[in-house]
């Protein structure tokens, strides 16, 4: 049976690094990319095919995930579209980095809704269709979200309960055949670092392939101990 | 005698990429601006302070100040083209005040005792100076000459100035068309009386090239009693 794989945050950085990666995989027919720009989506796949051809077959499906109750139908959606849905990597993700005064209650629902909400609604529903047949769903935290980041106040708190439920989910999950995995990076060079540390040059720190291939690694079939922990990905140099 | 404070907060930039508004970068979590402010807001001895910033980053610099509750005697205003023309405009918005202290937000480490030994100090005109640590030559790309260390310091901030002085020599200095990159030089060019150089801090760093504020985050760290 085809196998599909739904990248979220598939329009740049690791998301991307990741979709292009997974292209390569032969066990794969169906990537899924979801962001919400469009132009960015292309990009991906441009980068897929210049990679690994025609096939898997790329979908790019434009769509902004703080639309909670928009879910249910994208990911019907989606596996209307591939017949199957067998792996969720959850790597969108926001930061609006500021001090505590600063943090506005819009910064905090934002930040919350992407990397926590949208993240579990996701899960919720593409295990609807994951039911009965091995499975993986992959949640990328952060270094950020086990240790004080003063001035990260939001994203930190974010991370900590991507870290918590992930764990939970991997529990509750057990005897399903649904394995979930989370990863917590370190400082990788995106637009969502360049955020976080502006002074910081970016050909200085791990690249987001490094991080791509750990999730090609962990997501692949061989791989069947990991999940349920909190992996640090973090290049020493 | 009534002590006002000027806050050089002139940097322009994007929010997200280079060059990035360096008064906005976060240290132990909050903006370096607020560092400074913070301590000019202890100091009870300073009645007024004015902000200068970019027009592009005005209405953010208000609001930091609002979210950080720092009080009414804090007021931003548009600085000019130069850090010069910036000061100039400080220094005629600080009118009911004769003394003023300089500082500038890309200075966070400024202690409240720094401030306090300058603003007691008799002297009118003052200046922090740290002694130069290395051989300076002059040339650029070639060696032309040999400067005598010893008759050198580094410029450091905060200064404090006879603020009539200081802006009867600005307005010499725009007369003559002349440009200066601190106000200490300006004044010994084009004002009489002398300026008293008061030994700086080490700690004391200003957040110029990227690298800086990695520095800070560690001196910020043992300041306030996180370093392991
Ligand atoms: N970079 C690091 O140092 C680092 C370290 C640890 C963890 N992480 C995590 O890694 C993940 C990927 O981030 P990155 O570093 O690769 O940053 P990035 O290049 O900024 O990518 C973030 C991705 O999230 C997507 N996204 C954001 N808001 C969205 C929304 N409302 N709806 C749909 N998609 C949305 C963005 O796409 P659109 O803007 O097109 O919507 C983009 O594709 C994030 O979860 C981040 O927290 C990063």
Redesign the pocket.
């Known amino acids: 049976m085809a196998r599909t794989c739904l990248i979220?945050?598939?329009?740049?950085?690791?998301?991307?690094?990741t979709a292009v990666r997974l292209s390569r995989e032969p066990w794969l027919d169906n990537i899924v990319l979801?962001?919400?720009?469009?132009a960015?989506?292309e990009a991906t796949v441009e980068a897929c095919r210049r990679e690994a051809g025609q096939s898997p077959a790329i979908h790019p499906m434009?769509?902004?995930?703080?639309?909670l109750d928009g879910i249910p139908d994208l990911v019907a959606r989606i596996h209307e579209a591939c017949g199957s849905i067998d792996v969720l990597l959850?790597?969108?993700?926001?930061?609006d980095p500021k001090s505590l005064l600063d943090t506005t209650s819009e910064n905090l629902v934002?930040t919350f809704?992407?990397?926590v909400f949208?993240m579990l609604i996701l899960s919720r529903e593409v295990v609807r269709w994951m039911q009965g047949r091995p499975a993986k769903i992959l949640n990328?935290?952060?270094?950020?979200g086990i240790t004080a980041r003063p001035g990260w106040v939001a994203?930190a708190a974010?991370?900590a309960a991507?870290v918590s439920l992930s764990q939970t989910l991997s529990e509750e999950l057990a005897g399903t055949g649904i394995k979930v995995y989370t990863?917590?990076?370190?400082?990788?060079?995106?637009?969502?670092?360049?955020?976080?540390?502006p002074e910081e040059d970016p050909t200085t720190?791990?690249q987001?392939d490094a991080?791509a291939d750990v999730i090609a690694m962990l997501v692949g079939d061989r791989e069947r101990t990991l999940d349920g922990q909190n992996i640090i990905?973090r290049e020493q140099r | 005698m009534t002590v006002g404070m000027a806050v050089l907060a002139g940097g322009v930039g994007r929010r997200i990429g280079r060059p990035f508004p360096k008064q906005f970068l976060l240290l132990g979590g909050k903006p370096l601006l607020i560092h400074v402010l913070e301590k000019a807001r202890d100091l009870e001895e300073v009645e007024d302070v004015v902000i200068t910033c970019p027009e592009a980053h005005l209405a953010e610099t208000v609001e930091l100040i609002r979210n950080h509750r720092l009080g009414s005697r804090f007021r931003c205003i548009v600085g000019g083209a130069t850090r010069q023309e910036s000061v100039y405009l400080a220094l005629r918005a600080l009118e009911s005040t004769d003394s003023v202290v300089l500082h500038e937000a890309v200075r966070p480490l400024v202690t409240l005792e720094e401030f306090r030994a300058l603003i007691a100090l008799p002297d009118e005109n003052a200046t922090y100076g740290l002694e130069i640590p290395f051989t300076v030559l002059k040339g650029h790309d070639y060696v032309e000459g040999v400067l005598d260390r010893e008759e050198l310091f580094n410029v450091q901030l905060p200064q404090k100035f006879d603020r009539a002085k200081l802006l009867a020599a600005h307005e010499a200095a725009r007369q003559a068309g002349t440009e200066f990159t601190d106000d200490a030089s300006l004044f010994v060019t084009h004002a009489e009386g002398r300026v008293r150089v008061l030994p700086g801090s080490d700690r004391n760093v200003k957040i110029t090239v990227p690298p800086d504020i990695l520095m800070a985050e560690a001196l910020y760290a043992d300041m306030i009693g996180r370093r392991s």
Do not use: H
Request: glycine share 10%.
């Open positions: 979220t945050g598939a329009s740049q950085g690791i998301g991307r690094a979801v962001a919400r720009s469009a960015g989506l434009p769509y902004d995930l703080s639309q959850n790597i969108a993700g926001y930061a934002t809704t992407v990397n949208a990328i935290a952060s270094t950020a994203y974010s991370k991507v990863i917590s990076p370190g400082r990788t060079a995106t637009e969502l670092r360049r955020k976080l540390a720190i791990m987001p991080v990905v």
